[in-house]
């Protein structure tokens, strides 16, 4: 080998390791990772990076998923773990995070009060059946929470989404995707100086505080719920991030609609929940018949200039709940049994908005429809989110609604429709609808009136028993039922995750409610697939590889017989020997 050659193999020698050391510094001066999984799963928002680096105290995060968990449960643990990871990287003050099994015990008796305390924290354990090795079904309590404790302030945070409708390896993978959101979400609301306030408006009906305390001490975790009547002040609103009109049952005067007109021109936001009919659900009670009329509390025409009209129609729907019903015949001992309620729909939740992806099905009462095609302005985009199943009927009020009748109609000629929408979002630039109008008299206007808004968002809904809490007990000393449970069924439908969700989309500016939308891909065999190959691929994956391995040892010793074994020459042998033997 020549010294030229040489001279360029240590000079290339030398610029690899320079280059390795040059990267090695460089890398301490610039942050930044990779993230090569096509749905982005080990990526933070810009929202969260930014908020973690804004910490100003080491949070503490105690995870209860722990223990002998079934593969969809490990998958779960596996990717809070690699979140908490995560962001551990980007808190300026950096994050401790242990995980806890609450059924580690030295008894049973401990283990019992191991779940007694996680339950007076609020963290329900979940039941999980499996099989033992002989087959027998055994259950399983599993935690999926766990706590985040900042400054002294310690969060509760649910790890698993729960809708029925759904298969649990859908459900688990619906959690895996809101786990950034279940996280940053409660922490946000903690690091808030002084929280944001929401009010629901009275003196027209609307619910009694009563009748939607579950709705206001839900929100209240995020928010300082007021309630009161709007007054002639037409900036009386502008401290509400949120306004919350539920279920009015007396008319709005022009005044009072001027104010929210204008509130909503200045970027305020509404939720509205208007019952299109009215009903007299005593007579209901009593005889099983009320007449429904339509509900006029005079805001039709302001949320049709919005875009959308609550139509005057009663829902009916194959897809409701159940209800005792006796069914023994007359003098017989009473015998109840569950019967459909037609008139109580469980509403589908659209996957694909941030206020009902992945929630369960809503829970609804006499509730009407929604038109959404009175207005096509480009500038006011909606979606729907909640909608019937595809065996509705709309029954046009005025109308008589007899409960004798509600079984005697053919399911099949009469639920005919489909889809239909109850609840939607808008979003967009809205026309005043005291555009080119008078001020109404009694309000104190100190200004020209706004006739288009800002950009800013509502979301109606066509019914109001949505937000709407059984109260039960004394009155002196009441118990609050949680809006969306069927104490028949003993079953918890999306009701409160649709209200809370409804107004953190409302309220977030920064987009924080679309970390909700966040989908990680499913990706499942096909089972009917793999049992069909199953000897197929078991060959492929067992015994290829080691025929393989063999068929290669054995070219690999052919080859080196061939390039490496010099050939036996007798001559040749004979002239060397002869020449050891000259020189000796």
Known sequence: ??????????????????????ANVLVQFFFFRLDLTEDGRYSLSGNTEGML????AKPHVIVYLDGDLNPGFLRLKKATQELLEEMKVYAAEGLDYSFVNPSEATDQKQREQNYLRLERMGIQGVSVFEKDEEGKAI???????????????????????????????ENLNNSIGNLEY?????????????PEKVAFIEGHGEHPAPYVYDAS????????????????DPHVLDPYKAIVIAGPQTA??????????????????????IDGIRMAFDSLSTTGTSPAIPLDVNLSDQLFRYGVRVLPVVLEDMQCIQVPMNVSEPGQAPKYEGMPFYYSPLLLASPDHPITKGINQVQAMFASGLDLNVSDNPDIRKSVLLVTSNASHATQVPARINMN??????SKTYFTQHYLPVAAALEGTFPSVFANRMVPEGVRVDAKPLTSSSRTRMV?????????????????????????FDRYSNVRYGNRDFIVNAVLYLTDDEGWINLRSREVKLRMLNKVEVLKGKRFWQVLNVEAPLVLLLLFALFYRIWRRRHWTAPYRPDTLSDEMNAVKEKK
């Open 252 to 273: 709005y005067s022009e005044s009072d609609k001027f104010i929210i007109d204008q509130y909503i021109m200045r970027g305020g936001k509404v939720l509205w929940l």
């Open 182 to 194: 279940a996280f940053m979400e409660p922490l946000r609301v903690v690091m808030q100086k002084t």
């Open 53 to 56: 680096s804004s910490l100003t």
């Open 1 to 22: 080998m020549s010294m030229n050659m040489m001279r360029n193999k240590w000079v290339a020698l030398a610029m690899v390791i320079f280059a390795l050391v040059l």
């Open 405 to 410: 009748d509600m079984y005697a109609m053919d």
């Open 460 to 484: 109606v809904v066509a019914n109001s028993s949505i937000i709407r809490n059984d109260v039960t007990g004394d009155p002196q000393n009441p118990q609050f039922v949680e809006m969306g």
């Open 139 to 169: 259950q399983k309590i599993v935690f999926p929470w766990a706590q985040m404790i900042y400054r002294g302030d310690t969060i509760n945070v649910s790890l698993l989404e729960q809708n029925h409708l759904l298969s649990g390896a």
């Open 217 to 232: 001490y839900s929100l209240s975790r995020y928010f300082q719920i007021d309630r009161g009547v709007l007054s002639d």
